[in-house]
T-cell receptor, first 115, second 116 residues
């Protein structure tokens, strides 16, 4: 069965530290990949997405992610975090064929930033 | 203002009762989804629908039912057969993309169900 793994459940960093959150998936075909973010008290929203092309994608608020097909990974990075990045981050996978719109999420990573 | 409206925001129910959560979208999106969010487990897919009058089971469909009679609406019924129904329920929708099938989700604010 398709699955998405986020191995970091809770990450605590100080402001200005660099961030990398891991995401691995278990689907062998073409995939579309996403990172969603849920700030405290707000709706889930899209942070960035990969459909095709350049495997390094840039999203909002200085976030980026790299798709490494050989490793089935789509890790999220930010060179210098801010207190406002405190949120829960979810990786998601969508099989890339037109007949399916099933989207599977990982268990999420809670990010806490110390001011 | 386009978006997804979920109601009620909070709901309490006694054991053995069915309850229906509403989800309405005015985004003209084709696909709609129901997820359940539990601490430490992320979002788990309950049901999804790509077009009107059609829906598919997700990973945790047991004890739930849905209907998709209108494009705008995708209600979720939590039945008494659902063994652990207390959770936060999220509805989402997406417009079907091109042949890649990629779908970007727009989420509602969620409904928190507590079974007493």
């Amino acid at each position: 069965a398709q699955s998405v793994s986020q191995h970091n459940h809770h990450v605590i960093l100080s402001e200005a530290a660099s961030l990398e959150l891991g995401c691995n998936y278990s689907y062998g075909g073409t995939v579309n990949l996403f990172w969603y973010v849920q700030y405290p008290g707000q709706h889930l929203q899209l942070l960035l997405k990969y459909f095709s092309g350049d495997p390094l994608v840039k999203g909002i608020k200085g976030f980026e992610a790299e798709f490494i097909k050989s490793k089935f990974s789509f890790n999220l990075r930010k060179p210098s975090v801010q207190w406002s990045d405190t949120a829960e981050y979810f990786c998601a996978v969508n099989p890339g064929y037109s007949s399916a719109s099933k989207i599977i999420f990982g268990s999420g990573t809670r990010l806490s930033i110390r001011p | 203002d386009g978006g997804i409206t979920q109601s009620p925001k909070y709901l309490f129910r006694k054991e053995g009762q069915n309850v229906t959560l509403s989800c309405e979208q005015n985004l003209n999106h084709d696909a709609m989804y129901w997820y359940r969010q539990d601490p430490g487990q992320g979002l788990r897919l309950i049901y999804y629908s790509q077009i009107v009058n059609d829906f598919q089971k997700g990973d945790i469909a047991e004890g739930y039912s849905v209907s998709r009679e209108k494009k705008e609406s995708f209600p979720l019924t939590v039945t008494s057969a659902q063994k652990n129904p207390t959770a936060f329920y999220l509805c989402a929708s997406s417009i079907r993309q091109d042949s890649s099938g990629a779908n970007v989700l727009t989420f509602g604010a969620g409904s928190r169900l507590t079974v007493l």
